[in-house]
């Protein structure tokens, strides 16, 4: 058999497994073996090193203390604390409480690096509250799932730190290519519903005028957050100023964390013990899913089909810019059935050396990347923040409802995605400033 039809082959296995609904590990490293015992038995040697290297990378470290530190934050009351400053702010214009909305989804996504704590927190409090005022049920879900959709590009984004780790690129200098692109798509989502809402003013009704809040309300509303304000500049602030390394702060991230909690009266034994059981929760499946990915791309190696790959995709017309296109429609493809992590864990070893073969900056394809990720995100079927969404909706809001809602912010997303794109500066500057 030809290595071109191996190589088919083994791509198209993959993906008739996982869409059947087999775990992501399993597939990768299941179809992994099956390769290797039919055309190369002596590469299943390879496969131990991949289960014994593969956690003990130290800039893993980061992946649980930033999940813990983000699982505390969810029951710190920062998201019920910020709203009601939103509320009291900018409630009094139409579709205040969705812009508002997305502007609290965005200090979460600064302090918790992945995107379930936000849906899940804003669609608990935020939807209810849109509802009680009338708002138009597509504006509120929209906003929510755009806003916690941001968790993943905002630093300290898990995402980024896998990338980071394959690619071998800086992780503070991928936390600060996700700065701009992440504020600008907030932008995008809070002009977009502000402009919509001031032509069509049912959509997103003002606070009735006898809700009046007085100036030391409204401050008081907006000091109750410093605490959380802090906990972001200095968690950053540490990793960009060259104080800590992403895991050193990511320790004090979870330390602080802890401490908010415990001041606020907030660290009972029910939260904490929810707080670790997601982190490892979710870091297991991380872990699993880097070591399925490794045995995967071990074995393609070893069979040459990365090498066939490689000058395939460099023999393209179009030079770098075709070949990038092809790489972000494949990512946008792959978004609509397949975990975010696993996308970046299988993808990011292949594309890496066709980059480098292209001297691509591997820092601009990360940003491309995660902002791609976002559209992944909220595209059906699979739409990760979608069915994350759902689960803490009424019962009388349907997928189609949800699904519906969110076209024009995909929209958005295509747009923030086609200027990083074409303006790679959105970016790179700030990491070369900061550098």
């Not at 969705?98 to 899940?120: D, K, L």
């Not at 909706?393 to 076209?407: A, E, F, L, Q, R």
């Amino acid at each position: 058999m030809s290595l071109e039809l191996v190589t088919v082959l083994y791509f198209l296995v993959l993906f008739v497994v996982l869409f059947m609904g087999l775990p992501v590990a399993f597939g990768l490293g299941g179809v992994a073996v099956l390769f290797a015992l039919i055309f190369e038995p002596r590469s299943l040697l390879a496969i131990p090193s991949a289960f014994y290297y593969t956690p003990w990378n130290t800039i893993l470290v980061t992946v649980p203390l930033f999940l813990f530190m983000g699982s505390l934050i969810r029951f710190s009351g920062i998201a019920e604390a910020a709203y009601d400053a939103v509320y009291k702010l900018i409630g009094h214009i139409h579709g205040g409480l969705a812009m508002g909305t997305v502007q609290v989804c965005t200090i979460f996504a600064a302090v918790t690096g992945i995107t379930p704590p936000a849906t899940i927190t804003m669609g608990q409090i935020a939807y209810p509250s849109m509802m009680k005022y009338n708002y138009d049920r597509s504006i509120a879900i929209g906003s929510i799932a755009a806003g916690g959709a941001l968790g993943a590009l905002i630093p300290p984004s898990v995402p980024f730190i896998f990338y980071g780790l394959l690619a071998k690129v800086s992780i503070g200098d991928l936390f600060l290519a996700g700065v701009v692109p992440g504020l600008m798509l907030a932008a995008f989502y809070t002009i977009y519903i502000g402009i919509r809402c001031r032509l069509q003013p049912h959509l997103g009704p003002a606070l009735p005028e006898d809700m009046k809040f007085t100036t030391r309300e409204k401050a008081q509303a907006v000091v109750n957050i410093w605490p959380f304000a802090v906990l972001i500049i200095i968690v950053l602030g540490v990793i960009w100023g060259g104080i800590a390394t992403p895991a050193e702060a990511a320790a004090f991230g979870a330390a602080g964390a802890f401490l908010i909690n415990l001041v606020y009266g907030r660290l009972t034994w029910p939260v904490l013990r929810e707080s670790l059981a997601t982190t490892v929760r979710l870091t297991g499946m991380g872990l699993w899913i880097l070591i399925g990915a490794n045995v995967y791309l071990n074995i393609f190696n070893t069979l040459g089909s990365q090498d066939l790959l490689t000058e395939l995709v460099l023999s393209m017309p179009g030079g770098a810019t075709g070949v990038m296109l092809m790489m972000m429609f494949i990512i946008l493809v792959l978004g609509m059935f397949m975990d975010d992590w696993a996308i970046i864990m299988l993808c990011t070893p292949l594309f890496v050396p066709i980059l480098d073969e292209l001297g691509v900056d591997k820092l601009w394809f990360g940003a491309l990347f995660i902002v791609n990720i976002q559209i992944a995100y909220l595209t059906p079927p699979f739409g990760f923040v979608l069915f994350w969404l759902k689960s803490v909706m009424p019962k009388g809001v349907s997928m189609g409802d949800i699904y519906g809602s969110v076209g024009p912010f995909v929209v958005l997303q295509f747009i923030g995605l086609m200027l990083v794109f074409f303006f790679p500066a959105i970016a790179t500057w700030l990491p070369g400033v900061l550098d």
